[in-house]
């Protein structure tokens, strides 16, 4: 009986011990999802406002890329980032054929990794910095026209952005075939959702600014 008491208290013990360290686990990793969540707001916080140096006047533009991005970065497109591109191109064209004139036009298919040395001359054109908002900085937009949001950004720098506005450029050109018309308007149709070809309207009239110069 004194055999088995003790081994009921070695065995509670050991439940104990574990549900500790369970419970020590859990709140860790509480904490560290505290840090990460908090991180990443702070790293999607803020406006981004880019100077040329090689300009005298008219040398700001600011947009709603956040703090994480607000570097040269923005300014460079990487061989990984450029093979997403390509992929996603690829795909595209392989699913709705009447998007190869559109694809051409985007200018997507000539695009280059940027090279070190023109990395360099960013590095050396451009410096960057944090703002609250643009409209603090005294960046206003005028009537009819608004910021695209950082979300809205990456849409129109990725391949479905590029090819979108291409369509939408080559559906409005009336000096064109109607063919041609009429392709890009079913490459549209087929390939992308209305709030994508209402981005890229958006932007290409200028009514959905990705980023403005200031006054």
């Known amino acids: 009986m004194k055999k088995f008491t003790i081994g009921i208290s070695l065995l509670l013990c050991l439940i ?7 419970e020590k686990q859990k709140e860790e990793e509480n904490k560290q999802t ?12 803020g406006n981004c406002i880019k100077t040329n140096t090689t300009l005298s006047s008219n040398n700001q533009f600011c947009s709603r890329r956040p703090l994480g991005i607000c570097n040269v970065n923005q300014l460079i497109l990487t061989q990984s980032e450029l093979n997403v591109i390509l992929n996603d191109t690829r795909t595209i064209q392989a699913r709705t054929t ?3 004139e559109s694809v051409l036009q985007s200018g997507v298919l000539s695009l280059k990794a ?6 360099d001359s960013f590095k050396s ?5 944090v703002a609250e908002t643009c409209e603090l900085e005294g960046f206003q937009t005028s009537a009819g026209t608004r910021f695209a949001t ?3 950004i990456q849409w129109l720098e990725s391949a479905r952005g590029k090819i979108a506005k291409a369509a939408k450029s080559i559906s409005a050109n009336t000096f064109l075939p109607q ?3 009429d392709r890009a308007n079913s490459c549209l149709n087929l390939e992308f959702k209305d709030w ?5 309207q958006g932007n290409n009239e200028n009514k959905i600014l990705v980023e403005i110069v200031h006054p």
């Open 114 to 119: 940027t090279t070190v040395a023109s990395s």
């Open 98 to 100: 009447d998007c190869q």
């Open 125 to 129: 054109q451009y410096s960057f910095r």
């Open 34 to 45: 505290i840090t990460l969540t908090t991180l990443y707001l702070v790293r999607q916080s």
């Open 150 to 152: 950082f979300t809205e």
């Open 196 to 200: 994508e070809k209402d981005l890229a």
């Open 16 to 22: 104990s011990c574990f549900e500790g360290g369970g």
């Open 179 to 181: 063919a041609n018309r």
